[in-house]
Nanobody, 124 residues
């Protein structure tokens, strides 16, 4: 079992940057592929970024590609989401999630462990 805690959300102006962190505890962090998802009010949870268990492969949604970067620090049991050039449409609650196995996934249902989420608000 693994516990996930997100942090780093907040209010930022359009064009600004934030770095979200997801600290993992419990079972060895390196046993999981990791993903970031977001959910805006009234909308379904959507895929943002993911990386394989080794961190060697990363994937992004088209809406964030080139602006967001997922990475992990295995020594700190932490995965990050660096978000640059933020837009008002990026406003949402952001969740990190862990999935057993090597490969990541764009499907929320494939992830078993979830954090509580952190709010990101981008003002225009």
């Amino acid at each position: 079992q693994v516990q996930l805690v997100e942090s780093g959300g907040g209010l930022v102006q359009a064009g600004g940057s934030l770095r979200l962190s997801c600290a993992a505890s419990g079972r060895t962090f390196s046993s999981y592929a990791m993903g970031w998802f977001r959910q805006a009010p009234g909308k379904e949870r959507e895929f943002v970024a993911a990386e394989s268990r080794s961190g060697g492969r990363t994937y992004y949604s088209d809406s964030v590609k080139g602006r967001f970067t997922i990475s992990r620090d295995s020594a700190k049991n932490t995965v990050y989401l660096q978000m640059n050039s933020l837009k008002p449409e990026d406003t949402a609650v952001y969740f990190c999630a862990a999935k057993s196995g090597y490969s990541s996934s764009r499907t929320p249902g494939d992830y078993y462990y979830w954090g509580q989420g952190t709010q990101v608000t981008v003002s225009s």
